[in-house]
């Protein structure tokens, strides 16, 4: 078993850790109170192929391993969650699905403006009823022939309004349950299709989150991924790659509330000395550094998994919820090392705590990781 990342895995680890310094932590504070889009710093993330990272170089991506792109996911969380949503959407929900199940028209037509980062991309899955219970469609995409007729109503979608590309599961026939939802690649401008309002979050308030409806939108059929009925399957199988994402931006945040409670706590005197000298911060550290590690451990098998060709279907959703409770558990501590400095917006850690929160709910909640987990057990 070797730990080591080789030499190009370093060099990309150093690539997002640079640009997280100079380019995501300035304003990001200002952001984060704004609800304010980081629109330029994705537009570079994109000239750095962030955005398309397991992409085929043929189709505009970066060509490299799931590893890679967990690396830069940690690196990017450990400073900006809201600005590491974006990739790990346009990655892990929009570009891996349209690779591995899209015609080559449709990744020629759309694959490679989202993986070079020209446009970005939202994945449609979650409705007003149908959040954890996925296969409660309510948005129903009806079959005319050539076309597909498009009405209901989509929520909490990242990228909501930022995004050009549309990936929006749909029911077209109910009779067939889950085995009769499609997947539509939908364009932003088409007829009939709205953006509704804007969310105000707790966490993660820089990233662009909307509902978004449909009324009407006539959608060919060539813009359809995958046989007709595939629509749940496409869903499932994109979040199984999606959590390693949140895993791995989930690992981050923990890490950067982390390491930014070690420093203050070596900074930081009470009694006469530092605070890291007094046993009840030194045995939070321990703690914190052991479950961010064993996290890691976790976020490396589910990415390693994917990379082998194993399934990963539990390994992502254990990576998932653990990372994620490790995320929210390390950031409250983290909050805590500061004491009332934590409480202020200036030393970053309560920004970590907000944004800690949604990694436990989205692409899955840590009940559905649960299910996913036990299920995987009793029918083994
Ligand atoms: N791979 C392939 N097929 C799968 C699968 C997988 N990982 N998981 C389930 N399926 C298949 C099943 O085999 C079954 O098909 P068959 O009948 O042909 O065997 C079908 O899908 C239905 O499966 P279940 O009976 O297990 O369905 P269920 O209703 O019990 O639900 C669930 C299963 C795991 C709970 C699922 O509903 C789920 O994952 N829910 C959570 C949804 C979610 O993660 N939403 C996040 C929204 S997206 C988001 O947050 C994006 C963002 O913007 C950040």
């Keep these: 078993m070797d730990f080591t990342l080789s030499e190009e895995q370093l060099m990309i680890q150093q690539a997002a850790r640079d640009f997280a310094q100079n380019e995501l932590l300035p304003g990001v504070i200002e952001r984060d109170d704004a609800q304010k889009f980081p629109a330029e710093q994705v537009k570079k993330m994109g000239e750095l192929g962030f955005l398309g990272m397991m992409v085929n170089p043929k189709y505009g991506g970066s060509g490299l391993d799931a590893i890679s792109y967990t690396i830069v996911m940690e690196e990017l969380s450990k400073i900006d969650a809201s600005a590491s949503v974006v990739v790990s959407v346009n990655n892990s929900l929009v570009c891996w699905g349209l690779e591995t199940y899209g015609n080559e ?60 590309t549309y990936l929006v599961i749909a029911q077209t026939d109910i009779e067939k349950g ?113 479950k961010i590690e064993a996290a890691r451990h976790l976020v490396n098998k589910a990415a390693w998994d994917k990379d082998n060709g194993n399934n990963y279907d539990v390994s992502s ?20 090392i500061h004491g009332g400095n934590g409480f202020v917006k200036d030393y970053h850690v309560e920004r970590f705590m907000r944004d800690a929160k949604i990694t436990q709910i989205y692409e899955g909640t840590s009940e559905i990781q649960k299910i996913v987990i036990s299920r995987s057990l009793i029918k083994n």
């Design 105 to 164: 028209a449709q990744k020629e037509k759309y694959l490679t403006k989202l993986a070079t980062g020209e446009v970005i991309g939202a994945f449609c899955l979650s409705e007003p009823e149908a959040g954890s219970d996925a296969t409660s469609q309510k948005t129903t995409a009806i079959d005319k022939g050539d076309h597909y007729i498009l009405n209901g109503t989509k929520n909490w979608i990242t990228n909501g309004n930022s995004a050009s």
């Design 178 to 290: 889950h085995k009769g939802i499609n997947v539509l690649i939908v364009e932003k401008g088409m007829p009939g299709f709205e953006i509704g309002p804007k969310e105000n979050k707790l966490g993660i308030r820089g990233s662009d989150t909307h509902s978004l409806i449909f009324n009407d939108v006539k959608v060919p059929k060539e813009n359809r991924i995958g046989a007709d009925g595939f629509g749940f399957k496409f869903a499932m199988k994109t979040l199984a790659g999606g959590r390693i994402g949140i895993a791995a931006q989930a690992l981050g945040i923990a890490s950067g509330a982390y390491e930014l409670a070690l420093k203050y706590s070596k900074e930081r005197k009470t009694f006469g000395t530092e605070i890291c000298n007094h046993q009840a911060i030194a045995f939070k550290l321990a703690d914190m550094h052991t």
């Design 317 to 336: 959703a254990m990576a998932k919820l653990y990372a994620s409770e490790v995320a929210m558990e390390t950031t409250i501590e983290a909050v805590q």
